[in-house]
Nanobody, 123 residues
């Protein structure tokens, strides 16, 4: 098993940046493909970004492509989500998730989840 803890959320103005971190404990993170999801009030959880076990392959939702960047440091057991040019519509709770399969947009395919970190973008 792996335990995931997100950090780095907060309040930022439109156009600002934040970097989220997802620290893993337990089984080594290199055994998992990773994903970042978000959930805004009254909305379903949606895929934001994902990466392969090595981090070589990355994937993004159209809404964040070009603004967000996912990366991972397997030696530090940590995955990151760099978020630039933030917009009010990016406001949500952000979750990282791990899967023993390949990174996918389907939340149901992920085996482990963090508790989430709040990101609020003010206009």
């Amino acid at each position: 098993q792996v335990q995931l803890v997100e950090s780095g959320g907060g309040l930022v103005q439109t156009g600002g940046s934040l970097r989220l971190s997802c620290a893993a404990s337990g089984r080594a993170l290199r055994n998992y493909a990773m994903g970042w999801f978000r959930q805004a009030p009254g909305k379903e959880r949606e895929f934001v970004s994902g990466c392969s076990r090595s981090g070589f392959n990355t994937y993004y939702a159209d809404s964040v492509n070009g603004r967000f960047a996912i990366s991972r440091d397997n030696d530090k057991n940590t995955v990151y989500l760099q978020m630039n040019s933030l917009k009010p519509e990016d406001t949500a709770v952000y979750y990282c998730a791990a899967t023993v399969w390949v990174s996918t947009v389907e939340a149901s395919k992920y085996d482990y989840w963090g508790q989430g970190t709040q990101v609020t973008v003010s206009s």
